[in-house]
């Protein structure tokens, strides 16, 4: 199960529903409420699982765009809201979906936000959100994306950024050097250049602090438990691998604290949700 495919995202899809800070989620609901309407963009869409977790806190008519540059999540993404709204047409490239009280308009675009994520914003929608796609990104590329928020002034909700805070039970002697060798793994080019790893989004509510936005962060941790077996199986499986990449754990050491993380009675790891407001 590779980092992004349609597999692992319905994996994770429960832990990241329900790590989602509900403070943070209050307050984008407030942000927008007295509207009947809202356009947003989501960025590395993904199978769609950060529209389904966020259309129930916003107005009641909602037109998104969903973006990502691989075409294979993109149809993911469109049979999996059909199959989750309670009603559902395409009109076109489109869909039309219903779910509860909220109408949905829902476009999708393939491409790559390393090059046209300003084109993006140039849209100027009435808000911007992403989940579990800012530790992939690079310093600068935060810096032009603050440029390009606050020059169309638009509102961030973002989810689930790693923040580099793991514990799992019970403890085992490779934990440290395993995390620490994971966390320097996920500094490395994700695409967009060195990425901001478990400092996205503490850098990224600084910049927007600087930039003159209200900015409100949450801890939103999955906690992983006796159901979460496969889950936690195929997580440690990913660290394991990205830690012996980086040679700082050799092949014996990280297979050792594989096949324990493989019966591991439970996990917590940390992420951070962030809302800011122009
Ligand atoms: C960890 S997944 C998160 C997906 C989804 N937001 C979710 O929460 O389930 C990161 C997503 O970012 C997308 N992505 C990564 N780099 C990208 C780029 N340069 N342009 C567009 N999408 C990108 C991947 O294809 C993937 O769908």
Known sequence: MSGSSPEWLALREPADQQARSEVLTWQLSEHFAGRNEVSVIDLGCGAGSNLRGTAGWLPDRQSWLLVDYDPELLVAARQRLTGWADESRADGRRLILRKGTKALEVDFAQADLKEEMEALLAQ??????????????????????????????????????????QSWAPPHRLDAAVVAAFNDHQRTDK?????????AASGLGRRLTDAGFRVSTASSPWLLGAGDHELMSELAGGIATAAQETHAVSAEEAEEWLSERQRAAGASIGHTDLLAIP
């Open 124 to 165: 100027a929608p009435d808000l911007v959100t992403a989940s579990a796609l800012f530790d992939l990104v690079s310093e600068p590329w935060l810096d032009t994306f603050t440029a390009a928020l606050t020059a169309a002034r638009i509102p961030l909700y973002t989810v689930l950024s790693y923040d580099g805070q």
């Open 191 to 199: 695409g967009f250049g060195p990425a901001a790893g478990a400092e």
